[in-house]
């Protein structure tokens, strides 16, 4: 499984960004998607995630609000719709796959997925 994401940038802030991630290799089809990011110097952090069916999401509080996911399986692609961008928003942003098929639970936590994209990088500035 290969993930691409895309969309990176650099904004200003109250901006907004549109993150993509495409895989190849494997359809995502059946598969919960999430997002991450990682700051200079700080840990990786849950951002969202969506379930296979697209009826569940979750999101980690600094991105409730503002961010959006969703995922289209015909394109074999997940998308995060930032708005409302903060300064504090700066990272590369990761996209992950779950290889649990149909899986019930939707994880939030990074041991929970197991590809993970090369990431894009999102700077916001003040």
């Known amino acids: 499984v290969q993930l691409q994401a895309s969309g990176g940038g650099l904004v200003q802030a109250g901006g907004s960004l549109r993150l993509s991630c495409a895989s190849s290799?494997?359809?995502?089809?059946?598969?919960?998607m999430g997002w991450f990011r990682q700051a200079p110097g700080k840990e990786r952090e849950f951002v969202a995630a969506i379930s296979w069916s697209g009826a569940m999401t979750s999101y980690g509080d600094s991105a409730k609000g503002r961010f959006t996911v969703a995922r289209d399986n015909a394109k074999n692609t997940v998308n995060l719709q930032m708005n409302s961008l903060k300064p504090e928003d700066t990272a590369v942003y990761y996209c992950?796959?779950?290889?649990?098929?149909?899986?019930?639970?939707?994880?939030?936590?990074?041991?929970?997925?197991?590809?993970w994209g090369q990431g894009t990088k999102v700077t916001v500035s003040s």
């Open positions: 290799g494997r359809t995502i089809t059946g598969y919960n």
């Open positions: 992950a796959l779950n290889r649990a098929r149909w899986p019930v639970v939707l994880g939030t936590t990074l041991t929970e997925y197991d590809y």
